[in-house]
């Protein structure tokens, strides 16, 4: 299996669904997802790494505070994740390194504003496969 995603409609909200052959591979598709929600993300040239170490809950809700902090990057500081390495997922722990690149604004298209990223039917089950995660975004 390989890593993606897919958006499907929900109630005045959008949903995205990432399918990965393990829990380190749903994160590259997730965030995908969320800049495909807000439209057609560009990143420029200029990078940084942020690293993020993410702890407790469950892996459902890593995924989530892990896109969360990818919106506050992108609502803050115009960046992007770029390029992501996962060094841990597992039941209560996500580290993740990302190259953040400062958002191309000539070359972008923005469609929705993402106001939150949701606990509202979240959740990461095993598929044939891998696994599917399912994040409902507030727009």
């Known amino acids: 299996m390989e890593p993606s995603y897919e958006l499907f409609d929900h109630t005045a909200d959008v949903g995205i669904r990432a399918f990965a052959p393990s829990l380190a591979g749903l ?3 997730a965030g995908d997802g ?6 057609e993300v560009v990143p420029g040239a200029k990078v940084e790494r942020i690293a993020f170490d993410l702890r407790g809950g469950d892996p ?3 995924l989530r505070d892990y896109l969360h902090e ?3 990057l ?6 992007c994740a770029k390029s992501v ?3 841990i997922f597992d039941e209560q722990r996500l580290a993740v390194t990302v ?3 400062v958002i191309d604004d000539e070359q972008s298209a923005f469609h929705r504003e993402v106001k939150a990223i949701t606990y509202h039917e979240l959740g990461i089950r095993e598929i044939p496969g891998g696994y599917e995660a399912t994040i409902i975004v507030d727009i």
Do not use: H, N, Q
Request: proline share 4%; aromatic share 8%; glycine share 4%.
């Open 27 to 29: 994160v590259k598709p």
């Open 99 to 101: 190259e953040a690149a």
């Open 85 to 87: 390495d996962v060094s």
């Open 60 to 62: 459902a809700t890593l």
């Open 74 to 79: 992108f609502e803050r500081s115009e960046r």
């Open 70 to 72: 990818l919106l506050i």
């Open 34 to 39: 969320l800049y495909d929600v807000i439209g």
